[in-house]
């Protein structure tokens, strides 16, 4: 029979619009999570992070946000440009010191 | 600073043939992590070392697959004998102390025909 690939959720927007990337996490022991983009033929790249002690942390155009009562994580990419279409992983680190990846959500950039 | 290596960077075999796909992680770096990424089930942990050893070997799919840090600047993953279904991109990951990001490789695409 055919086989069902993951379907990748895709957010598309326009250039210079504001992104917020979702991502629900699974274990309420993980004290570490990280974003990532992986552009085709290449390796997640780290974006930023965030300690489970802290709820916001901004970077260069970017923002991520924590809520541990959900569960719940979230990118924010500021005036989106071309060069952010990617699709966007976030990765949460347990105690083990495993990093459990979600399935990603594809970014399309509107010109 | 080169980052992760891998190599090869595509590889094509045969099922029932021996792969061998090699990283080299960050120097300096004692954590290393193998990932296998499809369309069907996305980025999967196989395996990680510490200080050169097996920590966690739960995600290696069965027994055809290994992996070895015979020293803290290199890892082997190895599938033997290769299966169509094993074709994926397989990624390597360092990283280093103090809960820091995972650095990850450009990848190996392995496919078994």
């Known amino acids: 029979g055919e086989s069902v690939g993951l379907h990748l959720p895709t957010l598309s927007v326009q250039e210079g619009d504001n992104s917020i990337i979702n991502c629900a996490y699974s274990?309420?022991?993980?004290?570490?999570f990280i974003w990532y983009k992986q552009e085709s033929g290449k390796g997640p790249q780290f974006i930023i992070d965030?300690?489970?002690?802290?709820d916001k942390r901004q970077g260069q155009r970017v923002t991520v946000l924590l809520n541990k009562t959900v569960k719940h994580l979230s990118l924010q990419i500021a005036a989106t440009q071309p060069g952010d279409s990617a699709v966007y992983f976030c990765?949460?680190?347990?105690?083990?010191?495993?990093?459990?990846f979600g399935t990603g959500t594809r970014l399309k950039v509107l010109a | 600073d080169a980052g992760v290596i891998q190599s090869p960077r595509h590889e094509v075999t045969e099922m029932g043939q021996e792969v061998t796909l090699r990283c080299k992680p960050i120097?300096?770096?004692?954590?290393l992590f193998w990932y296998r990424q499809t369309m069907m089930r996305g980025l999967e942990l196989l395996i990680y070392?510490?200080?050169?050893?097996?920590?966690?070997d739960s995600g290696m799919p069965e027994d055809r697959f290994s992996a070895k840090m015979p020293n803290a600047s290199f890892s082997t993953l190895k599938i033997q004998p290769s299966e169509p279904r094993d074709s994926a991109v397989y990624f390597c990951?360092?990283?280093?102390?103090?809960?820091?990001?995972?650095?990850f490789g450009n990848g190996t695409r392995l496919t078994v025909t």
């Open positions: 990951a360092s990283r280093g102390e103090g809960g820091s990001p995972l650095h």
């Open positions: 120097s300096g770096h004692d954590y």
């Open positions: 070392f510490n200080n050169n050893v097996p920590i966690d």
């Open positions: 274990n309420s022991a993980s004290d570490y």
């Open positions: 965030i300690r489970s002690n802290m």
């Open positions: 990765a949460e680190k347990m105690p083990s010191y495993k990093y459990i």
